[in-house]
């Protein structure tokens, strides 16, 4: 519980003894607003010429006064800054969801990077696979044709020469895929690229819309 403090003060010439539970300055300053009140009214005659009591009733009207006034500015700050409050709110939170769609546009950005370097791999896997199966495939063919030279000399040369047209078929083959691979990379970097512009623009201009609402809460 707080203590009380009791002051001498001196209000119009007289000394009186005050209590309150308020520091002893901020008693000392009470005094000093009562006197400075009752010097105003000295100074002018009609106040002079009044009697003890109405000039009690003119300085309690004018302290009155002063309260009711400054409590009116005290009331009209505090809703102002309550208006404040509110409009601040208003800002945080439209941040907060900027940051939210930014951090979300990055996850989206990250997760595209991660697919485009997935399907990179498995195409590249795809390709080993089937470079493999080929060559498989073509040491097959070159074992069963050194075998039918042994037993058919006579047609050694027609089979060597449908070898050397199914080596060259097959490499056909794998440059049309090699060219089909490159094609699908390209358009899938393209796409990445595409995506990263448009959401490059869109962080861009949340950052712009950031930037205004700063600007707006600087000049309120």
Do not use: C
Request: charged residues 45%.
């Amino acid at each position: 519980m707080a203590m009380k403090n009791t002051v001498e003060v001196v209000i119009a010439g007289k000394v009186f003894r005050i209590s309150g539970y308020e520091s002893p300055e901020y008693l000392h300053q009470v005094a000093v607003y009562i006197n400075e009140k009752l010097a105003e009214f000295q100074k002018l005659d009609g106040y002079r010429k009044q009697s003890t009591d109405q000039k009690q009733l003119m300085l309690n009207m004018n302290l009155a006064d002063d309260f009711f006034k400054a409590k009116r500015q005290a009331d009209k700050l505090s809703a102002e800054l309550e208006k404040k409050d509110r409009e601040m709110y208003g800002i945080r939170h439209d941040l907060i969801e900027a940051q939210m769609d930014k951090e979300k546009l990055e996850t989206e950005k990250k997760e595209l990077k991660e697919k485009l370097s997935l399907q990179k791999k498995e195409a590249g896997e795809k390709l080993a696979a089937l470079e493999k199966e080929t060559a498989e495939r073509l040491e097959t063919k070159k074992r069963d044709a050194e075998e039918k030279r042994q037993d058919l000399k006579k047609v050694v040369e027609s089979q060597e020469k449908a070898l050397e047209n199914q080596k060259k078929a097959m490499e056909a083959q794998r440059q049309s895929a090699q060219r089909k691979l490159d094609e699908q990379n390209q358009a899938a970097q393209k796409r990445l690229a595409e995506q990263k512009r448009g959401y490059e623009g869109q962080i861009e201009q949340l950052q712009r819309e950031i930037r205004d609402l700063r600007r707006r809460l600087e000049q309120k």
